[in-house]
């Protein structure tokens, strides 16, 4: 079944996932609209509101060093889905490729599937840590980082469905068609992959937000200044006694957003093909 | 199996080697000197052209790794920058935190997800079902500290329940009772692992509950929740053991968030400190220590693994 | 009194928020120590059927929607879940198509024999084992003594639909339901495990539901045979009378032959077309459609069961033979 209609189908059956797919549409409308919505400059200080409780004209109310908190969760919702995207763009482009070439050409995927076990060897947030240690606090390097840290467990899942693959007749009939490696790899295997990988994409956007907030939280992820909810939770944190809501907020947020993409991952899994449904890396 | 047991740690060796290669590498890739890295601002010249010679740093690089191998095979991984003392004593110094708080959340992931685990796939479809498994999806949605920082507002400083921080040792004034210290920190970690715990397991016997072999199980007579848990359950427990397995090993690292929340001193709370100190010997060490525990971890899931499905060749 | 009789038997499965029938007015009887055969094609709904007199419809997406199943004199259907597993697998048991799904994978096969037997019989383990080795040499497994200890994926499936044989045999059932056992099987072990049922018989009495979708082996094993077709019992007689005198157009495709009744002798493989698909309502005759004897009314209206003779049924406008 075609991607899109299948997704139509589900969405019409899960509520659930339609609900995680319109959150996911406002957080999208905010990062685009971001300048144009966002009340106040989210990074402009005003010593004169700072810590003000929700109400008029600060509607998440202000943070301790006075910064709108509804304008930073606004421009945050960029750095939601820049990291999000971001991670996944390299992780499925990355580990899709080095998955798919090891299963397809056995002898490079000995050595190649051996560093992505090296890597392996790592805890995910431990693997995030030493390269963010070896790296400046950025936003590229913490995408690329998420990026990379995704990109082993996407290689090894794509490498499984792809030896799944090969097997198939279709497969194999290509193969003694002549057809040479490039068209078999990207015009026969690759189709196939497509919609597992995209429930995988979800998922790892998923994961990519929690693993951000994480390293924004331990003061190693974006720079302190950009407006991110892991940074503002990070930065806010010991005012919690005394302006609960500005965690709650960007804390609702994050969860909102990262429920809502492993909803629609979850709702996706349902119409993949089943051999590939214990293969996906999600929740 | 004990041909099985060693076949894998011998095919594991390779890989151990590059890691450690890797985490050796990790000093290397810092921009600077190794000799000032590991000996940080404060050393003078003289110490760091000692340390140089000893690190053998005029040597090609694989010299360097076969020396640092040595060390470290015999227990030696540097000495801090901050505490001034050999690393391997003050990672040591975490790990009874680190210990304790791993299995105080393995307790909980235990208890609380594998009966949530097993009354969701039972009660599919139902209600309980879809607010289980739901509200499972909602726990792994939430970051950790997020939820430690609520824990800590409503237990410690709202009900005064349980202490918000630190971690007496068991051997100090206390004892075991020193162990409240570490259920919110438990907790916190718990909850998102019992979530994906709870998850799997319900896919899982789902998966497993469409088997032939269950309805034979059915047409013996056998009361449902007989089926449920010797035949359904006993069976799904094989991919479930390797998650619990995956789960206990990734702990020690994941507390690293959990640990700098509850201000514990453990050896994740350490990684951190150590990155913001520049310990360049500590972090490498912690490291190197991490990644061989969560391999002899994945080792030990692949050994139970293969005793609990027969039929895994053991040969 | 027969010892099983089922009585308009009514199954329905539940599709979106309509529930589409699958069985309708299925009525059979089996006497003590008597073999029924059921035949059809896959989806006829004769699976469906066996599942519903055992009991196991239960969490799956088919209701029963009428009817009644005497057992012994009991309504089955009336009863508790409770009371209904008491019968399950003591009195009444079953075997399936696919032995080699059909053990679990992680249970040696003398554990999941002496699970039968605990479950209904109080006795000690020890007696338990023992009782399971003697069913395990009624089956014929050679060396059974080593066999007991032996994990399913360590035999074959002629040897696994054996074991699943001695596993129904646990509690000397008085009827054995047999879902197509040995459709999965070798033709030379096919032939083993079908005289290997027969001889059981011989010995214990009971009686046997059996299932197939061939003819050849109902022919051999059964004494009387029911056809089904799209969920209803189209041709229902003794099997000489039935093998003697075929009159459903069904049951003789089914056989593989069709006799031309008035025009040159021709010969078909198999029934044109397939069995159309729960959705598809079929006007008339659920037949017709594929009936090289089709006319006007089989179109229109549908045939109620008739008797042929006292003890043929055929649900048919035209049967064939009876030249009318």
Same mark, same amino acid.
């Given at each position: 079944m075609s991607v899109p209609l299948s997704i139509a189908l589900v969405f019409r059956r899960r509520a659930l996932a339609t609900f995680g797919m319109c959150w996911l549409l406002i957080v999208g409308i905010a990062a685009i609209g971001a300048p144009l919505l966002a009340p106040f400059d989210p990074l402009e200080f005003d010593?004169?509101?700072?810590?003000?409780?929700?109400?008029?004209?600060?509607?998440?109310?202000?943070?301790?060093?006075?910064?709108?908190?509804?304008?930073?969760? +606004?421009?945050?919702?960029?750095?939601? +889905?820049? +990291?999000?995207?971001?991670?996944?763009? +390299?992780?499925?482009?990355?580990?899709?490729?080095?998955g798919m070439l090891s299963a397809y050409f056995v002898r490079l995927g000995h050595l190649l599937m051996r560093i992505v076990d090296v890597l392996m060897a790592f805890p995910a947030l431990l693997l995030a840590l030493v390269l963010m240690t070896l790296l400046e606090r950025s936003v590229l390097n913490t995408v690329i980082v998420i990026g990379i840290v995704y990109a082993t467990t996407t290689a090894r899942i794509v490498f499984g469905m792809t030896l799944k693959l090969k097997r198939d007749v279709f497969v194999d009939a290509a193969i003694c068609s002549g057809a040479r490696h490039a068209s078999v790899l990207f015009r026969h295997i690759l189709p196939n992959l497509v919609s597992p990988m995209l429930v995988q994409a979800s998922f790892i956007f998923a994961f990519a937000q929690l693993q951000a907030a994480a390293l924004d939280f331990l003061g190693l992820g974006l720079p302190p200044e950009v407006p991110s909810w892991g940074n503002m939770l990070s930065e806010e944190r010991i005012y919690v006694t005394r302006a609960p809501w500005l965690l709650i907020f960007p804390g609702a947020l994050i969860i909102l957003s990262v429920f809502s993409m492993n909803l629609v991952g979850d709702a996706l899994r349902d119409n993949i093909d089943p051999r590939f449904k214990n293969d996906i890396a999600g929740v | 199996m004990l041909n099985y047991a060693l076949n894998r740690v011998l095919t594991l060796v390779p890989t151990l080697l590059a890691a450690s290669f890797l985490v050796f590498m990790f000093i290397h890739l810092i921009p600077g000197d190794p000799a000032s890295i590991l000996l940080g601002d404060t050393a003078t010249p003289e110490e760091v052209a000692e340390l140089s010679r000893e690190l053998g740093l005029d040597e090609p690089l694989w010299t360097q790794y076969v020396l640092w191998l040595g060390n470290v095979l015999q227990g030696d991984l540097g000495t801090s920058v901050f505490f001034r003392e050999p690393v391997l004593s003050v990672i040591a110094g975490g790990a009874e935190t680190s210990i304790l708080l791993a299995t105080m959340t393995m307790f909980w992931i235990v208890v609380f997800g594998v009966p949530i685990g097993i009354i969701s796939a039972t009660r599919h479809g139902s209600w309980v079902d879809q607010a289980t498994s739901g509200g499972a999806m909602l726990f792994a949605s939430v970051p950790t500290f997020w939820l430690g920082l609520y824990l800590i507002l409503i237990f410690s400083v709202g009900l005064g329940w349980f202490p918000s921080s630190g971690f007496p040792s068991l051997a100090d004034e206390g004892g075991v009772s020193n162990l409240r210290y570490l259920v919110l920190p438990s907790l916190t970690l718990a909850a998102p692992n019992a979530a994906l715990i709870i998850r799997l397991i319900r896919a899982s016997m789902l998966d497993v509950s469409r088997e032939d072999h269950v309805r034979t199980a059915r047409a013996k007579g056998l009361h449902p929740v007989r089926v449920a848990i010797k035949h359904v359950f006993?069976?799904?427990?094989?991919?479930?053991?390797?998650?619990?397995?995956?789960?206990f090993a990734a702990l020690v690292s994941e507390a690293v968030v959990t640990e700098t929340v509850f201000s514990l001193p453990g050896i994740g709370r350490l990684v951190v400190q150590s990155i913001l100190r520049r310990d360049y010997p500590v972090i490498q060490g912690v490291i190197l220590i991490i990644v061989v525990f969560y391999m002899a971890i994945n080792l030990l899931v692949d050994l139970a693994y293969a005793s609990l499905d027969p039929r895994v060749s053991l040969k | 009194?027969?010892?099983?009789?089922?009585?308009? =038997?009514?199954?329905?499965?539940?599709?979106?928020?309509?529930?589409?029938?699958?069985?309708?007015?299925?009525?059979?009887?089996?006497? %003590?120590? %008597?073999?029924?055969?059921?035949?059809?094609?896959?989806?006829?709904?004769?699976?469906?059927? &066996?599942? &519903?007199?055992?009991?196991?419809?239960?969490?799956? &997406?088919?209701?029963?929607?009428?009817?009644?199943?005497?057992?012994?004199?009991?309504? =089955?259907?009336?009863?508790?879940?409770? %009371?209904?597993?008491?019968?399950?697998?003591?009195?009444?048991?079953?075997?399936?198509?696919?032995?080699m799904t059909s053990l679990n994978p992680v249970y040696r096969v003398g554990d999941q024999i002496r699970e039968a037997i605990l479950q209904h019989r109080s006795m000690s383990r020890r007696q338990a084992h023992d009782r399971a080795l003697d069913l395990l040499e009624l089956v014929r497994i050679p060396d059974p003594v080593r066999r007991i200890d032996s994990f399913p994926h360590q035999m074959s499936g002629g040897q696994r639909q054996r074991v699943m044989i001695a596993m129904a045999l646990a509690c000397d059932p008085k009827l054995l339901i047999a879902d197509e056992p040995t459709t999965a099987l070798d033709v030379t072990v096919q032939k083993e495990v079908l005289e290997l049922m027969r001889g059981l018989q011989t010995r214990t009495g009971m009686s046997i539901v059996l299932i197939s979708h061939d003819l050849g082996v109902i022919s051999e094993t059964c004494d009387k045979v029911a056809v089904m077709y799209r969920g209803r019992i189209v041709e229902q007689a003794s099997t000489s009378t039935l093998f003697s005198n075929m009159s459903h157009p069904y049951t003789l495709g089914l056989l593989g032959s069709i006799p031309a009744t008035d025009h040159d002798v021709e010969w078909l493989d198999a029934i044109p077309g397939r069995v159309p698909t729960l959705d598809e309502a079929v006007p008339g005759c659920a037949f017709h459609p594929r009936c090289f004897a089709a006319k006007g009314s089989c179109r229109t209206v549908d045939p109620g069961a008739a008797a042929v003779s006292p003890a043929h049924f055929v649900r048919c406008h035209f049967p064939q033979g009876s030249s009318s």
């Open positions: 010593p004169f509101v700072r810590l003000s409780d929700p109400g008029w004209p600060h509607l998440f109310g202000t943070d301790h060093f006075g910064r709108d908190s509804l304008s930073r969760a +606004i421009y945050g919702a960029r750095m939601a +889905i820049l +990291i999000g995207s971001g991670s996944v763009l +390299i992780a499925l482009v990355a580990g899709g490729l080095i | 006993r069976n799904a427990l094989i991919a479930v053991s390797a998650a619990f397995g995956f789960t | 009194m027969a010892l099983l009789d089922i009585r308009n =038997l009514d199954l329905r499965i539940a599709r979106g928020s309509e529930l589409l029938p699958v069985v309708q007015g299925v009525s059979f009887a089996v006497e %003590e120590n %008597e073999t029924l055969g059921i035949v059809g094609e896959s989806g006829c709904g004769k699976s469906l059927t &066996a599942l &519903a007199i055992m009991g196991l419809l239960e969490g799956s &997406a088919v209701r029963i929607a009428g009817g009644s199943v005497h057992f012994q004199g009991r309504d =089955l259907l009336t009863l508790s879940p409770e %009371e209904r597993r008491r019968v399950m697998g003591d009195q009444m048991a079953m075997i399936f198509q696919e032995p």
